[in-house]
């Protein structure tokens, strides 16, 4: 009940509508925008540093056995979230108004959460080396991954999707940093470890800044002219859905393949996640600046309400093991 109390206060989503409310009141405008833009950017480059220096290549190691168990993570990641989003934009606009489906589509191209993935799947006794290595294998692969998906399915009438610009972007402020944090871990691991709840104030501080820049170029562009209070209650409707769905999915496959409970584990929890981490910096490089915001709203709605379920889901596993 405690962690489940601690998953709605989530302190986090505080901060994020707070930031929502501080664009809406006073947006970044002008120069001041391309300042934040720089300053955002430069903290998401940090963010994956850090990301690649967390990676422990020891624990990976001793999750890459489980192959069957990687691709079906990967599967429900890549395949079956995907999927669901197109259908999701088949609905008629009187239930899924077109521009709440494009963010839901843009949240089922993202991949998975690693911290978060791994920490439920300790809560509920799951198998937390596969955990590693399934979770950090999809976010890693979402780098190229999410903008393909992007380009294939998403018309966002702007320079989205697969362009050499948007690649390049990727690569320089997310793959590469991640890889030189990766390649400096033995010399900075020890102080990334010492001082992890410092820096995960950096990955939170990112986000918060990037959801500040999108958010404040979305407000200059009418924002809440689109968005109908309503809306929200739609979106967090078809979050529930959605997240419903693929928990049941993924619990079932599990039993069908005839994984252990430690695995099926792995499967509910990172085969359900979608990552707010990866997924609002690569917003901001796919799509055009104003309809960013638009785009992540979706997506911050799913991360605290997969969170809360989550959360208690752990706690029913820990309590029948």
Request: glycine share 8%; with cysteine; net charge positive.
């Amino acid at each position: 009940m405690n962690r489940f109390l601690a998953a709605i206060v989530d302190p986090f989503l505080l901060a994020l509508l707070a930031t929502v409310g501080l664009a809406a009141l006073f947006p970044a405008m002008g120069h001041a925008a391309g300042i934040v833009d720089i300053v955002a950017d430069i903290a998401i480059a940090l963010l994956f540093f850090f990301h690649g220096a967390k990676l422990s290549r020891d624990a990976i190691l001793a999750g890459m056995g489980h192959w069957r168990l990687h691709l079906t993570v990967l599967a429900s990641t890549f395949v079956l979230f995907p999927l669901l989003g197109l259908a999701a934009g088949l609905l008629p606009a009187s239930l899924l108004p077109p521009v709440i489906a494009t963010g839901i589509l843009y949240l089922c191209l993202l991949p998975s959460t690693v911290q978060s993935s791994i920490a439920f799947v300790s809560i509920a006794g799951g198998n937390v080396p596969a955990s590693i290595c399934s979770a950090s294998a999809s976010n890693l692969l979402g780098i190229f991954i999410t903008p393909l998906l992007v380009g294939l399915f998403m018309n966002t009438g702007g320079p989205a999707g697969i362009s050499l610009a948007a690649l390049e972007a990727i690569i320089l402020q997310l793959l590469v940093p991640f890889i030189a944090g990766h390649l400096a871990r033995p010399l900075i691991g020890r102080f990334v470890q010492k001082h992890k709840q410092t820096i995960s104030y950096t990955d939170r501080g990112s986000i918060l800044l990037v959801v500040y820049s999108a958010f404040s170029a979305a407000v200059v562009e009418g924002l809440w002219h689109k968005v109908a209070p309503s809306d929200l209650l739609v979106i967090s409707a078809a979050s529930i859905i959605l997240l419903a769905i693929i928990l049941g999915t993924t619990a079932l496959v599990g039993r069908w393949l005839g994984f252990t409970l430690a695995d099926r584990i792995v499967l509910v929890f990172c085969g359900s996640k979608k990552s707010l981490v990866s997924g609002v910096p690569m917003a901001g490089v796919l799509f055009p600046v104003a309809q960013v915001g638009l785009i992540i709203l979706p997506l911050m709605i799913f991360h605290q309400i997969q969170l809360v379920v989550c959360t208690w889901l752990a706690s029913r596993y820990r309590q029948s093991a």
